[in-house]
């Protein structure tokens, strides 16, 4: 398999992982407006997708982060950049499918540096200092921010409305959504998406066809990484909003609007300040502080937990699967292996959520 031939097979993979981060990440930006019927559900992931396609092009500093800040590129291989792209979307697929809204962004971060470690035998290709500081404390420091924000904006708005008529409230809350749930839709392309544009840049640079010394996203990969996204938010993740949308907890309008709002305003900072945050860590601490507001009974914290549970491990696990495929590609057709454990994957899932999976 030729280099070009391989750097082709790259770039579909990372853009079937965009797409799997759609599907994924569409609880991120509907399923409070969905649950709260402010938006019928077809036409919520319709204009989440637009608005995720169009959030796209507003910035490329988290592509920079992912393409120059974690991993040393002088170390990245076409094989590492594959082998941690189906690290990525198998845990994607697999917590889709287990209906658990854990991170696509730290899912690629996870199998990139499983990926990188396996290739060199060590831990000197990681960027400790750009791990840290990038993804490990501004990921911390999201849901820390987002659970008072949501609440404290959630109280406010109660106190505001509080002698209102609460059949008013809800139908000024639901259309006020349609803002606030947009807002989520637009920053979540903005941050998410260039995190595929970041990818496919690597492996341009690693094969030569773009320069080290400048990074630089070519339009075509803003587009394309756009429009798989878009595709993905539009097949829709039904599993995802159901969790986050009712099993967590019910909120009213008034409190969705308030848990949108935070979630948004977090990711529209921390994509114009390069940090690559997980729009599914910012919105169930959102909803999770929105609901608390109700009272601590509100929020089923055995749910919750399991989320929590799943941040902690996606890393690691993404890892563990990145290194076992980049060791694959070492073996005759093993390129070849990884991108068919993909496509297998990526079929297996979408057949069993067309014929599994509804919105409950």
């Not at 994924?24 to 992931?45: E, M």
């Not at 540096?113 to 501004?138: M, Q």
């Not at 998406?193 to 640079?205: C, D, F, R, V």
């Amino acid at each position: 398999m030729t280099a070009d031939t391989t750097l082709v097979f790259v770039v579909a993979v990372a853009l079937f992982f965009d797409f799997t981060n759609g599907f994924h990440d569409t609880a991120n930006a509907v399923a409070t407006s969905v649950s709260t019927r402010a938006i019928p559900p077809r036409l919520a992931v319709a204009g989440s997708a637009l608005l995720n396609f169009a959030g796209a092009f507003v910035s490329l500093k988290v592509a920079a982060t992912v393409a120059n800040g974690i991993i040393d590129p002088a170390a990245v291989t076409l094989s590492v950049v594959l082998a941690g792209l189906v690290g990525a979307i198998a845990w994607n697929l697999l917590t889709w499918y287990l209906g658990l809204p854990s991170s696509s962004s730290h899912a690629l971060i996870g199998g990139l540096l499983g990926s990188a470690v396996a290739a060199t035998g060590g831990f000197n290709v990681v960027e400790l200092r750009g791990l840290w500081t990038k993804v490990l404390v501004p990921s911390l420091a999201a849901p820390i921010l987002a659970i008072p924000g949501a609440a404290l904006l959630t109280l406010i708005v109660l106190l505001v409305v509080r002698r209102r008529a609460p059949g008013l409230v809800n139908r000024v809350f639901r259309r006020l959504q349609l803002l606030s749930a947009g807002f989520v839709s637009f920053t979540h392309g903005t941050n998410d998406a260039q995190k595929t544009m970041g990818i496919i840049t690597l492996a341009l640079i690693t094969t030569g066809h773009a320069s080290a010394a400048q990074f630089d996203v070519p339009t075509w990969v803003i587009v394309a990484s756009a429009a798989s996204m878009a595709a993905g938010t539009y097949a829709g993740g039904w599993r995802i909003i159901r969790t986050l949308g009712q099993r967590v907890t019910r909120l009213q309008p008034a409190e969705a609007f308030a848990a949108e709002t935070v979630t948004a305003t977090l990711l529209y900072f921390t994509a114009r300040l390069g940090f690559p945050v997980s729009t599914t860590h910012a919105i169930s601490s959102a909803i999770l502080g929105a609901g608390a507001t109700k009272n601590a009974s509100a929020v089923r914290w055995g749910i919750a937990g399991n989320i929590v549970l799943a941040w902690l491990i996606t890393i690691p696990c993404a890892a563990v699967v990145g290194a076992a495929t980049e060791l694959l590609t070492r073996i005759p057709a093993g390129n070849g292996f990884a991108v068919a454990a993909a496509a297998t994957l990526g079929g297996i899932a979408l057949y069993t959520g067309h014929r599994r999976t509804r919105l409950a």
